[in-house]
Structures are given as structure tokens and as C-alpha cells.
């Protein structure tokens, strides 16, 4: 299932208590069908795979109170939490599993677990279902995931995701700070390259860009040592830096750099 993100927001946690340890993110994607909801564990990726958990459990419930696109209406999220509290508690009583994420898609949202052994957790799931929310019929994949590729990449952000949710988090804090992030202001960016001759390359890019030169180094990372820093009048809204840094990270890659990201001052409301 191909997915191509459209929006995204980002939280730190979620509704369940099982889910409160980690940093929390959940994102919007576009799938074949449709939008589709993503809340994952951004931690479990220093320790994935984990090899005592090599079986996917994926459990949840189809709904019928959803948007024409197939995400939950908005009176469908009380219901839809308590249910995924539900079995979150109850696969909690089991040893040996962990809650790595929520996919909402097509009027349908699972909790995907990794588990040492899935014995009896589906005829659980689903007598709970059965007795404490009749009106859902019950969901489930389940298949044996070693390398978790479910996690990976399925549930965990791609690259370009990840750069927008670093993106929404600094444009956030800039708006808590009483910026006015539609007014122009410099705003600089950091990248690394292999050679002098691949950052020569960008240059030349980000030159015909508009871009001024802030410095460059040649004591970064080992893998990366010929820093560059530069600057550009530009608004900060989420929109616009998007826009660019989609574009600096692009031609960073053509010209085989890294991309470190960005930062900018604050230009505050008018009281």
C-alpha cells in the first residue's frame, strides 16, 4: 500500500495509558483509497526489530460513523478511543506485548502490536468486542513479522515526513513565541557534504536561488566534513518553509549532501 503524505499533525502522546511512554506522532497520508491516519511510536525505532516479538497482532473494529473519505466522524473518536483503550488493556495483561501504533483507513482503524506469541489474543479481542461494543464488527491482521516490517515501513514516517513534522514542530514553537511567521525574515540553513567539490555544486544551486553564503567549514561530521551555512529572506509559516525545504533538501541530495536543517529569529505580532 503506497502512501504519499498530504498533511500531517503531531502530538506527543495518545489516549491509551499503554501508549503514554514514547514520543508519540501521528500523521495523514494518502493511500490508493484515500486519506488514511497514522499514530505511531517514534522510539521503537532505535530498538526495531526486537526478536523476542516476532508476531504482528494488528487488532481494532470497522466503523460505520466516518467521512465520505473513510476517517472517523468527528461524534466516532469517544467511541473509537474506548475501544482501542480497551484492547490495549487487555492485550497489556499479556507478557511479552507492545503497542506500536493506529492505522485509521477506509472506516477501519487497528492497533498494531508486536507479540511474543499470538495464542488466544484474537478470540479475546473479539469476545471483548462482542460483548462491550456489539455495533463494531472486529478487525484483525495477524501474521508473523520478524524484521517488523509493519513498523518500518508501514507505520513509521517516511523521510519526507519526518522533515515536515521537524517543520510543524519549530513553526509551532515560533507561534507559541508570538511570531508572525508570514512576515519575511533570514532564514538559515545547514548542510554537510562528502567533498568541496559537492558543496561547490550546491552552491551554484542555491546561488541562483537567491541564497547568500553564512560560512563554510571543513570540520563537520567524518562522513560529511565540508559544512555550509546560508541564509535567505523568506516567511516562516509551516506552507512556505515547507516549500523550501523540500527544495534546498532536494538539490542538497543532487549535489550528494545532507541536509541538517534549518533556523530563524522571531519577528513578533504587533501588540
Known amino acids: 500500500?503506497?502512501?504519499?503524505?498530504?498533511?500531517?499533525?503531531?502530538?506527543?502522546?495518545?489516549?491509551?495509558?499503554?501508549?503514554?511512554?514514547?514520543?508519540?506522532?501521528?500523521?495523514?497520508?494518502?493511500?490508493?483509497?484515500?486519506?488514511?491516519?497514522?499514530?505511531?511510536?517514534?522510539t521503537l525505532k532505535k530498538q526495531a526489530p526486537d526478536s523476542s516479538l516476532p508476531y504482528l497482532f494488528a487488532a481494532g473494529v470497522k466503523f460505520k460513523n466516518c467521512t465520505p473519505d473513510g476517517l472517523p466522524a468527528a461524534t466516532a473518536f469517544i467511541s473509537l478511543n474506548r475501544i482501542s483503550d480497551s484492547i490495549v488493556a487487555l492485550a497489556g495483561r499479556h507478557q511479552g506485548t507492545l503497542l506500536t501504533g493506529t492505522f485509521t483507513y477506509q472506516c477501519e482503524r487497528k492497533d498494531y502490536f508486536y507479540v511474543r506469541d499470538t495464542a488466544g489474543l484474537k478470540a479475546e479481542v473479539t469476545q471483548l468486542l462482542a460483548t462491550f461494543f456489539p455495533d463494531y464488527s472486529p478487525a484483525f491482521l495477524i501474521k508473523e513479522d520478524k524484521t517488523w516490517d509493519a513498523y518500518l515501513h508501514f507505520l513509521y514516517p517516511n523521510e519526507e515526513t519526518r522533515m515536515f513534522m521537524q517543520n510543524q514542530g519549530i513553526v509551532m514553537r515560533l507561534e507559541k513565541s508570538g511570531d508572525n511567521t508570514a512576515t519575511p525574515r533570514p532564514v538559515d540553513h545547514f548542510?554537510?557534504?562528502?567533498?568541496?567539490?559537492?558543496?561547490?555544486?550546491?552552491?551554484?544551486?542555491?546561488?541562483?536561488?537567491?541564497?547568500?553564503?553564512?560560512?563554510?567549514?571543513?570540520?563537520?561530521?567524518?562522513?560529511?566534513?565540508?559544512?555550509?551555512?546560508?541564509?535567505r529572506e523568506d516567511k516562516a509559516d509551516l506552507s512556505s518553509i515547507n516549500k523550501i525545504t523540500s527544495w534546498v533538501k532536494a538539490e542538497a541530495i543532487?549535489?550528494?549532501?545532507?541536509?541538517?536543517?534549518?533556523?530563524?529569529?522571531?519577528?513578533?505580532?504587533?501588540?
Not at 3 to 18: D, E, H, P, W
Open 1 to 42: 500500500m503506497k502512501k504519499n503524505l498530504f498533511q500531517f499533525l503531531f502530538f506527543t502522546a495518545c489516549s491509551s495509558g499503554m501508549a503514554q511512554t514514547g514520543d508519540w506522532a501521528t500523521y495523514l497520508a494518502r493511500y490508493e483509497k484515500g486519506p488514511g491516519s497514522t499514530l505511531v511510536n517514534m
Open 191 to 231: 548542510l554537510h557534504f562528502k567533498s568541496e567539490k559537492d558543496r561547490d555544486c550546491f552552491i551554484y544551486k542555491a546561488v541562483s536561488q537567491r541564497f547568500k553564503i553564512v560560512s563554510k567549514d571543513s570540520a563537520g561530521p567524518t562522513d560529511a566534513p565540508f559544512s555550509l551555512q546560508l541564509t
Open 254 to 271: 543532487r549535489c550528494k549532501g545532507q541536509y541538517d536543517g534549518w533556523e530563524t529569529v522571531i519577528r513578533k505580532r504587533p501588540a
